[in-house]
């Protein structure tokens, strides 16, 4: 399906992960997208076959979708579907709102075929991983196509269990934001080590590039890799040991993924 060609589609919201969609959906040739955003920089997204409208009320008359994908914050989602539900006779209704569940959502779209996921930021150079669940009775040419849309910008893996999709929301959703962290602190560890400004922001970022593109590129698994860095008595183990002593990055990364997973849950319970 991901060589398919896509039909019209209906972006609710072009922001930071709606417009690296849609530029994943144009390098797959979509002919024409409207996106609906009332702010001034979506205006940057226009041209090519894509309209920006400011509202629901400004659609072209007539417009068909074969999808609509809700990108908006799950705060304001009540109010920025208000509108939509005429479009879910036709089109597959995909949500990558962070807690909004397929309950949820059908109560806005009666009868319509809805698919709840969660992609990430890598999204914006075609690197992400969503994962994804169709609600129940959505025809496998509709659950084909948004699995077309989400796989236009990384890997997707559809699960059956929606409950699923809150600790993927705290793994991989916001899993980017903590290797960011991880730059942020080895360039500060460096820079308090004497290490020059410009050096340490290089150092830090092209450690954490090279190491996913050795990640990429590996077939061994991650651990291994660290194995491999990491000499008998050597720096790396004095290093492991501070991080792991009390088992602190561990926890932390528990704790973290726990307390992630929880907000999900509640945003999913308004
Ligand atoms: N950023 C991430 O890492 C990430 C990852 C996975 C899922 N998500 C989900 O994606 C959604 C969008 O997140 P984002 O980071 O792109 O946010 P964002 O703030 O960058 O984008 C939201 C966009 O919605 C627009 N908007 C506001 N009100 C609107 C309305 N009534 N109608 C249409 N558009 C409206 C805003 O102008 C903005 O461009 C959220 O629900 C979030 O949970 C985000």
């Known amino acids: 399906m991901t060589d398919a060609v896509l039909p019209p589609l209906l972006l609710l919201g072009g922001g930071k992960m709606g417009s690296a969609m849609l530029a994943g959906w144009r390098e797959r040739g979509v002919s024409r997208v409207v996106v609906i955003d009332p702010g001034a920089e979506a205006q940057a997204l226009a041209g090519d076959g894509v309209e920006v409208v400011p509202s629901i009320g400004a659609v072209p008359a007539g417009f068909a979708p074969g999808a609509v994908i809700l990108a908006v914050k799950p705060q304001m989602a009540e109010a920025a579907v208000d509108g939509l539900a005429r479009f879910a006779g036709e089109a597959v209704i995909v949500s990558i709102m962070a807690g909004i569940t397929i309950n949820w959502l059908a109560g806005r779209f009666p009868g319509g075929a809805i698919v709840r996921a969660m992609p990430n930021t890598p999204a914006a150079v075609r690197q992400g991983i969503t994962v994804a669940v169709a609600g129940a009775g959505v025809a496998p040419a509709r659950r084909a196509l948004a699995e077309a849309l989400l796989g236009a910008v990384g890997d997707v893996a559809m699960v059956d269990d929606e409950a699923l999709l809150d600790p993927v929301t705290a793994v991989s959703g916001g899993g ?25 922001r290089r150092l ?48 932390a990364m528990r704790r973290a993924i726990a307390a992630a997973t929880a907000r999900s849950r509640e945003l999913a319970s308004g």
């Open 176 to 200: 980017p934001a903590y290797v960011f962290l991880l730059v942020e602190l080895l360039e500060a560890a460096a820079l308090e080590q004497g290490i020059p400004a410009d050096l340490a």
């Open 204 to 251: 830090a970022r092209q450690t954490v590039i090279g190491s996913a593109a050795l990640l990429a590129a590996s077939d061994q698994p991650a651990d291994a890799l660290r194995r491999a860095v990491t000499s008998p008595k050597g720096t790396t183990e004095r290093a492991l040991a501070v991080l792991m002593d009390d088992a602190a990055w561990p926890d």
